[in-house]
């Protein structure tokens, strides 16, 4: 009963725990006074509670205490950030080199944070990512096993009725087609599905509902097409006429729009129809059809465990597969979720998802990693260098009274400032520079979301391990003198020290590795511009026919144009559609591509012929061919003309040899190729060579062709050269890259060096005065300057020069199909470079000795 | 303006102290104000209207003798001071003014 009648003692010491002692007493006083007041006409738990509720509400400024230790520990830390400012603006240049080149590695490691982010990210959104599975298969070809995205058209049945644990099914197929609106045409693609691929894929309509596209006259398209072809309005309704070849047209009528998708998608559309188009589209349609293989099946089961079950069951459609389609042996299907689709899509051939940019997923965390190291070598030896001015201001708070780890928390609180900066122009170098040239490289929408919560905890994470990896030491180091040592100038300092050196190496070995990086690129680049694309592109023009007739138009209008030489037609064009196919040459089967192209097509792109000749006029119907050096290389024919190979079952032989040229980019390798007589009703492509200089001329007139034929159609057409526009933009942009990656990964080498000499030979003074008094001449003190360092120079360049040569190859080709014959050249000019800039650094600091006043030295103590 | 104005509650306070001459402390306070007004009201409230009249003095304090009711804790006692008489006559007197401005139609509610 007693307790209950005492003030509560937990809410009381809370109360005395905020309360300032100034106004404890009278504040307590009121309080109690209240209490024993309600006590007597209150239960007593009653008055309890609310005296708990008047210390909670007097919980307020006006009582709080001012934390005791605050003041001097903030004042501490605004010296400290004064001390530091200070010290930086006294040191200009080095404070922006260490912040400029932590900054550079920040921003790396930002714009690797964004990819890998932005990656992982890629299609996770759909609400049934871990059910939905894309079915894929393994067949062998040429030897070599590989997956592939497609599947025969009849799976998505079977696979439905065979397995009870599959609740959806969606096939899809891809076509070219031209869609027209009004006045509006343009070349588009148009995914044909089954209606159950909107539920299994939730992409959110704004407009209309999923389920009317089970009517097979029904489209749904993207935001971004409803706005190209209807603007901003709601268009359901509205018709869309579709072309899908000259013959099949079809009109649609709009049954829904997509909302946009988020950035972060691997798999979309533009237009959506139903699956049943095919068998308009597809003259030859049959749903037991195994040679038919479309672009993707999708199946979605309610438990993902389920799908080991089904993949064990799968053989079965294997023999059915192999038994009506011989060219494609089969090995096995195999089935991956949505989830983790985009990670594995650069294993799958042709899969509806987006490949993942290999090299720059593995180069860039690399390099982030390299340059954080090297900024952080060189802020160790640069703080430790700059320490040396300020041995004084140590000494004086040590006598003051700051034991080690003050000093120690005064530098490292100085370090993370620095680096604070850093982050900051990191976050704003990797906006404005970064990520422009990550998204134009990697081909990828990336983006940094200023309010991604992950992102700053990353942010962060980096700010404190950079400032505190690269400030522990010299704080340490700095922090250990004794005052008295200090004071009376006898601090060794910098002398000897391992540490320093092995930072220094270490340094220079990663600066070795990027200008080894920057040169070999600059090389590679160089030679992939100047490389021959196995014929002659300049001068070259090509069309993209409308229509079967449109040749004949066309030709009728180029025979007058006096800057037009010769005019080709084909069903296929070098750079721009290229068909696969399998040959048959004594039962092996090779994979190939194949072109269809009329007789004059090799003298109009000038491909040189290596033996034999080019077609006959009158030779399409002698089943004749023409191939190229790595077709004969694939198939080891030794005497290739008049060799007999099965194509589509029928028996071809080949009359000619065509020197290897480049049909794609560079990032390519050479595929081999089989030319066939193309009629002239299949011709889809016009190719021409022009005088040369009258490129221009001539696209203007194609283009004005054009416009007269077939103004409905869009213009599709241009210049050979300009197929590689984008390759070689990439090229020069890479080139730009490395080399500012290089520029400061060798000025950092070069300030870490310079710190370090300068410190050295300040800490030698005494050694050189006695040195120059005993007669010692330039020779003399510079070796005795350079000596230790050279061996590190050659320890360096002992670790560094295979290391940088290895990786950078690796790099090399892993980007290229045909890098620069290897050579030494790289590694060669980055040592010649890193001696040039050693040498530099080295003179300025022999000068130094050389001109100084030996009685000064020895004046001092 | 700023230095003299008075708010609605901390002028209430800044009348009860006078009212409970040289018996003015926060509980007392609270509870005249409670009784008068007819309104609960928090004794933290109080506290601070009268840490704050003091800030901007119009109040004075001083601490009483201990008492043993409060558990021998001593009180503070506040008296207003001429400063805070100035404040309060401003303040009737805006308001007595402005009343008297209101034209007799004003409250002709027929």
């Known amino acids: 009963m007693k307790k209950k009648d005492s003030i509560p003692r937990i809410p009381h010491a809370f109360f005395k725990w905020y309360c300032k002692s100034n106004r404890y007493e009278e504040i307590s006083g009121d309080l109690e006074e209240f209490f024993y007041d309600r006590l007597e006409h209150m239960s007593p738990v009653k008055a309890r509670l609310l005296y708990v509720r008047d210390v909670i509400r007097c919980c307020q400024p006006y009582a709080w205490k001012r934390k005791g230790y605050s003041n001097s520990t903030i004042i501490m830390f605004k010296n400290y950030f004064k001390t530091s400012l200070r010290s930086m603006i006294r040191n200009p240049l080095s404070s922006f080199i260490n912040i400029f080149g932590l900054s550079v590695a920040i921003g790396m490691t930002l714009v690797v944070y964004t990819m890998i982010e932005f990656s992982s990210s890629l299609d996770k959104y759909h609400e049934n990512a871990h059910e939905v599975f894309l079915t894929t298969f393994y067949a062998d070809r040429d030897g070599k096993e590989a997956q592939y995205g497609t599947t025969p058209l009849p799976m998505a049945e079977m696979l439905k009725n065979d397995f009870s644990q599959i609740e959806k099914v969606a096939r899809v197929q891809d076509f070219s087609v031209i869609v027209k609106r009004e006045d509006d045409v343009f070349h588009e693609r148009v995914r044909a599905i089954d209606p159950t691929f909107l539920e299994m894929l939730t992409f959110p309509l704004k407009w209309g509902t999923p389920s009317s596209l089970a009517d097979i006259n029904s489209i749904v398209l993207s935001s971004e097409m409803a706005i190209k072809y209807f603007g901003y309005d709601n268009p359901v309704g509205q018709e869309l006429l579709v072309k899908f070849s000259d013959e099949k047209k079809k009109i649609f009528s709009v049954v829904g729009v997509a909302e946009e998708f988020p950035n972060t998608h691997a798999i979309s559309f533009d237009f959506l129809i139903n699956f049943e188009n095919l068998k308009f589209v597809q003259p030859d349609y049959h749903p037991l059809d195994w040679n038919n293989f479309i672009s993707a099946t999708l199946i979605q089961v309610s438990n993902p465990s389920d799908i080991e079950i089904i993949k064990s069951q799968t053989n079965k459609y294997k023999k059915l597969q192999n038994e009506m389609e011989n060219d494609w042996k089969i090995i096995g299907f195999n089935f991956h979720d949505l989830y983790s689709l985009h990670e594995n899509s650069s294993q799958i051939v042709n899969d509806i998802s987006r490949d993942q940019a290999k090299e720059v997923f593995i180069g860039l965390p690399v390099m982030g990693a390299f340059m954080l190291a090297l900024a952080c070598f060189n802020y160790i030896n640069m703080a430790i260098g700059s320490a040396t001015k300020r041995l004084k201001e140590i000494g004086v708070r040590k006598v003051i009274g700051a034991n080690r780890s003050k000093v120690i928390v005064q530098f490292l609180a100085e370090n993370l400032l620095m680096t604070f900066f850093a982050t900051l122009m990191g976050l704003f170098l990797t906006i404005t520079v970064f990520l422009p040239w990550f998204t134009s490289i990697a081909d990828a929408p990336l983006e940094i979301s200023l309010i991604n919560i992950n992102m700053w905890i990353y942010l962060i994470t980096i700010l404190i391990f950079t400032g505190v990896v690269s400030g522990i030491y010299p704080a340490l180091y700095v922090s250990k003198f004794r005052v008295v040592h200090i004071f009376r100038g006898a601090v060794k300092f910098g002398k000897r020290n391992p540490i320093m050196k092995a930072f220094l190496c270490l340094q220079m070995i990663l600066a070795f590795v990027f200008i080894t990086m920057a040169v070999m690129f600059n090389e590679n680049s160089n030679y992939q511009a100047q490389r021959e694309w196995g014929y002659n592109q300049h001068g070259a023009l090509y069309l993209e026919l409308p229509e079967k007739a449109a040749f004949d138009q066309f030709k009728g209008l180029m025979d007058q144009n006096p800057n037009i030489i010769s005019v080709s037609g084909a069903r296929d064009h070098v750079g721009k559609t290229i068909s696969e196919t399998m040959v048959h040459i004594n039962d092996n089967a090779y994979t190939v591509q194949q072109l269809s192209v009329a007789s004059n097509y090799f003298t109009t792109l000038e491909i040189d012929f290596s033996q034999g000749s080019s077609f006959t006029d009158r030779s399409t119907n002698n089943k004749t061919a023409i191939v190229n050096e790595t077709f004969l290389k694939n198939t080891q024919l030794q005497d290739p003309i008049g060799a007999i190979f099965k194509l589509d079952s029928t028996q071809y032989q080949i009359i000619g040899v065509v020197n290897d040229f480049h049909a794609f980019n560079f990032y390519n390798k050479i595929d081999p190729i089989v030319f066939l007589v193309s009629e002239k009703e299949d011709y889809r492509f016009i190719s021409m060579r022009v005088r040369a200089g009258s490129e221009m001329d001539v696209y203007e007139d194609l283009k004005g062709y054009w416009a007269d034929l077939y103004p409905e159609t869009p213009f599709q057409g241009g210049q050979q050269i300009d197929l590689w526009a984008k390759f070689y933009a990439d090229l020069g942009q890479m080139k730009r890259f490395t080399r500012t990656i290089a520029s400061v990964a060798i000025l950092l080498a070069a300030l870490g060096l310079y710190g370090l000499v300068t410190l050295n030979v300040s800490g030698r003074i005494k050694e050189f005065s006695i040195r120059k008094v005993l007669g010692a001449g330039l020779k003399n003190l510079t070796s005795s300057v350079t000596r230790q360092y050279i061996v590190l120079t050659v320890v360096a360049f002992v670790i560094g020069a295979p290391l940088a040569y290895m990786l950078n190859l690796g790099l090399v080709e892993m980007m290229f199909a045909y890098p620069l014959p290897a050579g030494y050249w790289g590694v060669g000019i980055a040592f010649v470079i890193l001696v040039i800039v050693m040498l530099g650094v080295f003179s300025t600091q022999v000068r130094r000795v050389f001109v100084y006043n030996p009685a000064q030295g020895l004046r001092s103590e | ?110």
């Open chain 2, 1 to 110: 303006m700023r230095g003299n104005h008075l708010g609605e509650f901390e002028e209430l306070v800044l009348l009860t102290v006078g009212v409970l001459f040289d018996d003015a402390y926060a509980v007392a306070i609270t509870n005249e104000i409670g009784k008068q007004s007819g309104r609960s009201v928090a004794v933290s409230a109080v506290h601070k209207s009268l840490y704050r009249l003091e800030e901007k003095g119009m109040l004075s304090s001083r601490l009483s003798d201990p008492e043993s009711k409060r558990g021998g804790k001593r009180k503070r006692l506040f008296n207003i001071t001429p400063y805070g008489k100035k404040a309060l006559d401003q303040s009737m007197d805006l308001r007595s003014s402005l009343r008297n401005q209101i034209p007799d139609l004003a409250f002709n509610w027929k």
